[in-house]
């Protein structure tokens, strides 16, 4: 029940002091279950070499990873995507994502966020697919497709991530990680129905919030992920939280410290804590002292194992560790052409016909003798694309 | 006497199909073990708590 961020240089010496070397004997003490961050395949495989012949029960770990448009050949951001309305494309875009993914050693995206948005204050508006509960439905559905594909036990489908459940995107005056109040006509059929459409379509996992939902954080909040994710409609995957969510019920007021963290945080259904080492430290203590039932971290446990047996990783853990597979389809030429094609069809363009702002002509715009202000430290940063550093000399910036 | 082997030999290939027939029988009634959820059952028994 435990998610740890990769820690140390993992092909080389066990690291022999500090975070690293307590975070590096509880993965050989078995005390994890999934780790994010680490990708590679000899790096993943090293780490699964651990979990399967070095661990009492050999279970196999989960790699997460935020996969998100594209993981070497990039696409355009989410929202740049949504803009296309092309379902299939985007379909298209998360297959190649799970693929190079894949291929890498990753086996779980942290993907997609289907967080409707309607303050473009809020930082990770681009992450979604915008204001509109019916598209966002929709691209979420087709984004799950692509990233777990038809047959979860492929080498090249991985297990996708409906997120932030819930509310994540209404955070007051769009200020991250803020405060959400919003009404229950809001919350059912603005912000649950992505939710609703990823469950019926089979994701594997969703996670939850760093958000506070009408008073109680979305990680210590019962009636989403009880009443109605897991009873309501169903859903056999796991929760994870989102990364040291549980730790910031503290900050929230909601919890007086880590153990109230574990406590809460396993009873109202969050199945797996990452980063906020609250179930590593407490949850053990919590089921002696009465205050979680056993049978609540059974339910997590299973719901966990089930994925791990759904993606094939029982009968071969290694089964995204082919270097062979990496060095053919990381930035293959023909995800690039993919990328190209996804990327014209996301280009918002406007009408060069002629509007009128406060009287003033705006368009259109002149062929010649025309300024245009690109404005912003971002318009001549080429490392913002994440992990396009490598082809940041590619990179057409838009004032160029 | 050539009768006579001829119905021993008769009667223990019938004993033989009939064996062979509840041996089949026994092994398709074993169910198959270990469906999805069978395993996560098995391997939820074979975990201590701080294991889980």
């Known amino acids: 029940m435990n998610q740890y961020n990769g820690f140390w240089e993992i092909t080389g010496p066990a690291p022999a002091a500090g975070d690293a070397k307590k975070k590096y004997d509880h993965v050989r003490k078995g005390l994890v279950g999934a780790v994010l961050n680490v990708k590679g395949t000899a790096n993943v495989r090293r780490l699964q070499e651990i979990a399967v012949k070095e661990i009492r029960l050999g279970i196999p770990l989960l790699f997460g990873y935020d996969v998100v448009h594209g993981h070497k050949t990039l696409f355009p951001i989410p929202l740049g995507e949504a803009a296309s309305w092309d379902l299939e494309s985007i379909e298209r875009s998360a297959r190649i994502a799970a693929i190079e993914a894949s291929a890498a050693g990753i086996n779980w995206t942290f993907a997609p966020m289907v967080d409707i ?10 992450e979604g697919a915008g204001e509109d509960t019916y598209l966002g439905t929709k691209i979420g559905i087709a984004r799950i497709k692509g990233f777990q594909g038809d047959d979860l036990s492929a080498n090249n489908t991985i297990a996708a991530t409906a997120k932030h459940f819930a509310g ?3 955070a007051e005056a769009g200020r991250d990680y803020n405060t959400v109040d919003v ?38 909040n019962r009636f989403l992920q009880r009443d109605i994710l897991k009873d309501k409609w169903d859903f056999k995957g796991f929760v994870v939280s989102d990364w040291g969510s549980g730790m910031e019920m503290i900050d929230h007021g ?14 109202a259904g969050s199945d797996m804590d990452m980063e906020s080492y609250a179930y590593v430290a407490y949850l053990k203590e919590m089921v002696e002292t009465g205050k979680v039932d056993i049978k609540t971290v059974d339910d997590a446990v299973k719901r966990i194992l089930r994925v791990k047996f759904k993606l094939g990783l029982f009968d071969d853990p290694y089964k995204y560790c082919d270097a062979a597979f990496e060095k053919e389809l990381i930035y293959n030429p023909a995800h690039a052409v993919a990328a190209l094609d996804v990327a014209k069809k996301s280009i918002v363009l406007l009408k060069n016909t002629p509007v009128k702002i406060n009287g003033r002509p705006l368009l259109p ?36 | 006497m050539i009768k006579m082997i001829s119905k021993i030999t008769r009667l223990a290939a019938f004993a033989f199909l009939l064996t062979l027939q509840f041996a089949v029988q026994a092994q398709n009634n074993i169910k198959e073990p270990f469906t999805i959820e069978d395993k996560i ?8 708590l701080e294991e889980k």
């Open chain 1, 117 to 126: 948005s309607r303050d473009a204050r809020w930082g990770r508006v681009m």
């Open chain 2, 41 to 48: 059952k098995a391997l939820l028994q074979k975990m201590t």
């Open chain 1, 168 to 170: 994540y995107g209404f």
């Open chain 1, 365 to 400: 715009l002149k062929k010649k003798q025309q300024k245009i202000a690109v404005i912003g430290a971002l318009a001549d940063d080429k490392t913002v694309h994440s992990e396009a550093g490598a082809l940041a000399a590619m990179i057409i910036l838009p004032f160029r």
């Open chain 1, 254 to 267: 909601f919890a007086k410290d880590l153990e109230q963290v574990a406590e809460l945080s396993a009873n």
């Open chain 1, 183 to 220: 009404g229950t006509s809001t919350i059912y059929n603005i912000i649950l129905p992505p939710f609703k459409a990823a469950v019926d379509a089979g994701v594997l996992t969703v996670m939850n919030s760093f958000n506070i939902l009408n008073g109680i954080p979305a990680t210590a």
